[in-house]
């Protein structure tokens, strides 16, 4: 006997998918080709950040030592055992959001409601089990960084059988300082050329996305946290909770950015950590503003109203009912923001106050190029300023297509 319910809870199997106001909006951002282009570039780059220890590094995957002083043979993973606590919580992350995409692709031919409570319960597993993971290895995970050069091992036959990353070197890694392997040219052995130390420029290239996009997104993250809080208050109340919230909205716009940060700089020292939460905590404003107004004009609406009325609390009116259907144009403008912050942590670094070295950042290798009245370096630069430039180009066009699309004055967005 068939299930009488089986038409209820799953569309045939050559049906379309149940249409969503959001999977109409991926559908409609998504169409033309240069968003696409766009889009496969930066997630394209967020993988090099987080799979860049396992691309460029001098530490093989794995290596046999060789019997000695009574040892016996052993084979070892020194990259493995050597990554660092960041690292390992990028992977965790990493897995988390492909198993919650996973569950979205399978689920997607569920009846709407059926679909949504599953993919709820699948982001409160993941999210709970990725933050419990995150804080183990935070806690109790030691870096190592192991110095051995195991290239010259290898060459000195110490160790057998090494299986080395697709680029040998580090982003901290020199060359024996002989003349020839300073600021060399392209070539088959180093790709994109060394700097004035010896070191691969290609290597550096690629782990410079790891600084790029963590600022990018832990920064807007930070301000979306705080915009959106703030936004809220003021949208939904009015009189003198909006009067005081609106003033430290101005007092925190009226603080110079480049004043802060070198003042931070100055007492604590050049740390990625503070240009992260110095960006998030002066650029929450524009988001706090724009839902703001989402928040006047919704909160007059009858299903606020209705919502009100019913006796629930005030969290679940504001972050439940309202905030869903007013966050549309904050996240349109999180992307211009994380073009943003991108080029203002470039711009630091080409100034010297922005990462800390050894660790490599576009704006520190384009400083390093050297100045073009003088002496300059154009392979040194032709990387990391392709790079700049295309990240930032990808996240406005992302971020426009976005805005067209979800422009109700738009008539061309359908």
């Given at each position: ?18 249409q ?18 766009c ?5 394209l780059?967020?993988l ?10 001098g ?5 046999i030592?060789p ?7 052993r ?28 569950c ?9 409601d ?18 419990i993971?995150?804080?183990?290895i ?14 010259s ?9 090494a ?16 003349k020839?392997l ?5 070539s088959?052995r ?14 550096r290239l ?13 920064s ?20 003198m909770?909006?009067?005081l919230l ?18 931070f700089?100055?007492?604590?020292g ?6 992260m939460v ?17 928040f ?6 009858d299903?606020v ?16 009912h309202?905030?869903?259907n007013?966050?549309t ?43 073009p009245?003088?002496?300059?370096h154009?392979?040194q ?8 430039f ?9 971020g ?15």
């Amino acid at each position: 006997m068939p299930d009488a319910l089986s038409s209820t809870v799953r569309m045939p199997e050559n049906g379309p998918p149940p249409q969503t106001f959001w999977s109409r909006v991926r559908a409609r951002v998504f169409r033309p080709w240069m968003v696409i282009f766009c889009a496969s570039y930066i997630v394209l780059v967020c993988l090099i950040a987080v799979f860049v220890p396992f691309l460029a590094t001098g530490k093989p995957y794995t290596c046999i030592v060789p019997a000695h002083h009574g040892v016996p043979m052993r084979r070892v993973y020194p990259l493995f055992r050597d990554l660092t606590s960041v690292s390992w919580v990028l992977l965790v992350v990493t897995g988390a959001l492909a198993v919650q995409g996973s569950c979205v692709f399978f689920t997607r031919r569920l009846m709407p409601d059926l679909r949504r409570r599953r993919r709820r319960v699948w982001l409160a597993v993941v999210t709970v089990a990725a933050v419990i993971a995150s804080g183990l290895i935070v806690a109790l995970h030691h870096n190592r960084l192991d110095a051995t050069n195991y290239r010259s091992l290898a060459a000195h036959e110490k160790i057998t059988h090494a299986i080395f990353a697709p680029i040998p070197w580090g982003y901290a890694a020199m060359e024996p300082l002989s003349k020839n392997l300073i600021n060399k040219l392209p070539s088959q052995r180093h790709w994109l050329g060394t700097d004035g130390e010896g070191r691969d420029v290609l290597s550096r290239l690629l782990w410079s996305t790891r600084v790029a996009m963590g600022i990018g997104f832990i920064s807007q993250f930070i301000a979306l946290a705080i915009g959106v809080v703030v936004g809220a208050l003021t949208g939904y109340f009015s009189g003198m909770v909006d009067i005081l919230l609106m003033r430290l909205v101005e007092i925190v716009e009226s603080v110079p950015l480049f004043f802060l940060i070198l003042t931070f700089v100055a007492i604590y020292g050049r740390h990625i950590f503070y240009i992260m939460v110095i960006l998030g905590v002066t650029g929450w404003t524009g988001y706090a503003r724009l839902l703001r107004g989402e928040f006047l004009h919704l909160r007059q609406l009858d299903y606020v109203t209705a919502a009100q009325a019913s006796g629930l609390p005030l969290w679940r009116v504001l972050f439940r009912h309202i905030l869903p259907n007013g966050v549309t144009p904050v996240l349109v403008s999180a992307s211009f923001g994380l073009a943003g912050a991108v080029t203002i942590e470039s711009s630091l670094s080409y100034l010297g106050v922005g990462v800390r070295p050894p660790t490599p950042s576009w704006g520190q290798m384009l400083n390093a190029a050297g100045n073009p009245a003088t002496v300059f370096h154009w392979w040194q630069a032709l990387g990391p300023g392709m790079m700049l430039f295309i990240t930032v180009l990808a996240f406005n066009i992302v971020g426009e297509s976005f805005r067209d699309t979800l422009d109700p004055r738009n008539v061309n967005a359908g």
